[in-house]
């Protein structure tokens, strides 16, 4: 499976974006997609998650991390095998790598207590940077 990532560039603060991460190969709707970023400072930081969609293909649960909720908003289109990452009110603190992630275990329940880890995905992006400024 290739990830391809999409959407990154630089912004002002108080601005919104609107990440992209489009899965190459393989059955989009069995693949648990989660976001994450990182800088040279920290290591990589969980940003959300959201499920494979059921054998209906209409049935996901989404997940945040708790400091940002409020601001962040995860979604999926299976039909343009793609997951996406909304991004409003930006702050120079969330000048990162972004990068999206894949794991193609359809399971709700052992997705439900393993999202936030990044060993859980064993398909990654390239990344894309996302610079905001004041």
């Known amino acids: 499976v290739q990830l391809i990532e999409s959407g990154g560039g630089s912004v002002q603060a108080g601005s919104s974006l609107k990440l992209t991460c489009e899965v190459k190969r393989g059955r989009f709707a069995n693949y648990n997609m989660g976001w994450f970023r990182q800088t040279p400072q920290k290591e990589r930081e969980f940003l959300a998650a959201?499920?494979?969609?059921?054998?209906?293909?209409?049935?996901?649960?989404?997940y945040y991390s708790d400091s940002l909720r409020d601001r962040f908003a995860v979604s999926r289109d299976n039909a343009k095998n793609s997951a996406y990452l909304e991004i409003g009110s930006l702050e120079p603190e969330d000048t990162a790598i972004y990068y999206c992630?894949?794991?193609?275990?359809?399971?709700?329940?052992?997705?439900?207590?393993?999202?936030?880890?990044?060993?859980?995905?064993?398909?990654w992006g390239q990344g894309t940077q996302v610079t905001v400024s004041t």
């Open positions: 992630a894949a794991s193609e275990f359809p399971n709700f329940k052992e997705f439900g207590q393993t999202y936030y880890a990044t060993f859980w995905y064993n398909a």
């Open positions: 959201i499920s494979w969609t059921g054998p209906n293909d209409h049935t996901y649960f989404k």
